[in-house]
């Protein structure tokens, strides 16, 4: 692995650039989301140095510190981690985008809350693929109702999926899940959701976003590869 972020930044472009490049897609529809947390707010500024602008957070009040040390970047903050409804108006404030959401009622209250504070976020629909009654995420037989409330969420508009699949060994093992998304997408498209709503497939990590880019990622969401090994997972 190089050792400065700005080369393990180049190098992962460079791994999705050859990967879209393998499923004939442009590259740049693939947007790459450096997953900061656990690092400090100057990892961050390093990484924003090198020209990546889209960052991930999984918890609100880390992100949210790291939002305000770094106010004078132009950057675009994800929230890519469960979000508690109690925390949904501090989120809906300051977040560009809101990739968690897994229940009409969460995505009613983001909606609100960007509306009051004058600005509008984008959602993406967390889908939980492994049916893990542990993890978060919407079934699929629970998306028709979120989409529907989306149709009224004018502060708060789907973009979107979102999935985290179980954790492999082998990458290729997290490629049924993301064909899967791939599918639950196109199964909304032919029930009449329109494409604006299902622009983007946010799936792939360190691990595994060469795989998911092959299969249509639009958003990969990637840490370790560029920020280095966490302390601590989660
Ligand atoms: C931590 C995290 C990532 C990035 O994980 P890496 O393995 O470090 O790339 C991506 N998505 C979510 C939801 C995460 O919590």
Known sequence: MPDSIRERLAEVRARIARAAGRARRDPASVRLVAVSKTFPADAVREAAEAGQLD????KVQEGLSKIDALADLPLRWHLIGHLQS???????ARFAAIQSVDSAELLRKIDEAARTAGRTVDVLVQVDLAGEATKFGAREEELAAIFEAGKTALHAPITGLMTIPPAVDDPEHARPYFTQLRTVRDRLLA????????RDLSMGMSHDFEIAVEEGATIVRVGSAIFGARN???
Not at 55 to 58: D, H, K, P, S, T
Not at 86 to 92: H, I, L, Q, T, V
């Open 55 to 58: 960052f991930g957070e999984n």
């Open 86 to 92: 109690n925390k949904a108006k501090k989120a809906a």
């Open 191 to 198: 029930r009449g959701i329109s494409a604006e709503r299902l």
């Open 232 to 234: 601590y997972p989660r």
